[in-house]
């Protein structure tokens, strides 16, 4: 069997960044996540979620960055690190403690894949950091920009402007872009 050319990794759709009362609160998850739907459906059989779960040693620098952000400090098997969408048999999951979802299980699961197209929250945050990691490990990645959300538009905006500058390790298109579908 021939080994698919893409992955689709899906960054960080939790409860925490879909709920309007979390800290964390992604304001645009909504629309992000009816993009994400169409591209499972599109490669279904080789899809892999990343879930954010906080690492309760809170080791250096994160000790700081969760007195700033003290109401996310659940245990990881608090709901709110849930994943929002529907997960298929045979997709993977990669939960970490940290922005990148990039490390040694992300680059075993994907091994003989060249090309990642990576969409999620917080394009700002986790997904721009596993971007980075990702194409530093020599991976294509296509980002689904319409697939993917900021903690503000100006956020997300100001992260997408930055990972276009990386073509063409980075290819930035739309989820119709991605699925060739023309505007009529």
């Known amino acids: 069997m021939t080994a698919p050319s893409s992955a689709l990794v899906v960054?960080?759709?939790?409860r925490i960044f879909a709920e309007p009362t979390s800290q964390?609160?992604?304001?645009?998850?909504a629309a992000a996540a009816t993009q994400?739907?169409?591209l499972t459906e599109r490669l279904a059989g080789n899809v892999i979620w990343t879930r954010f779960v906080r690492d309760p040693r809170e080791d250096g620098s994160w000790a700081d960055y969760y007195a700033r952000w003290d109401e996310c400090?659940?245990?990881e098997?608090?709901?709110?690190?849930?994943l929002t969408m529907p997960v298929a048999e045979g997709d993977r999951i990669v939960s970490l403690p940290t922005f990148s979802k990039w490390g040694e299980e992300l680059a075993r699961l994907t091994s003989e894949t060249?090309?990642?197209v990576v969409c999620g929250v917080a394009t700002d945050c986790c997904?721009?950091?596993t971007v980075l990691g990702a194409i530093d490990a020599g991976?294509?990645?296509t980002l689904v920009t319409d697939a993917c959300a900021g903690a503000s538009d100006l956020a997300h905006e100001q992260a997408l402007e930055l990972m276009g500058l990386l073509s063409p390790m980075i290819e930035c298109v739309s989820t119709d872009e991605y699925l060739g579908v023309r505007a009529s």
């Open 77 to 82: 098997d608090s709901p709110v690190w849930d």
């Open 73 to 75: 400090r659940d245990p």
């Open 11 to 14: 960054i960080d759709m939790q």
């Open 139 to 141: 991976k294509h990645v």
């Open 114 to 116: 060249p090309r990642l």
């Open 127 to 129: 997904v721009l950091s």
């Open 24 to 29: 964390w609160f992604t304001p645009r998850y």
């Open 36 to 38: 994400i739907e169409r």
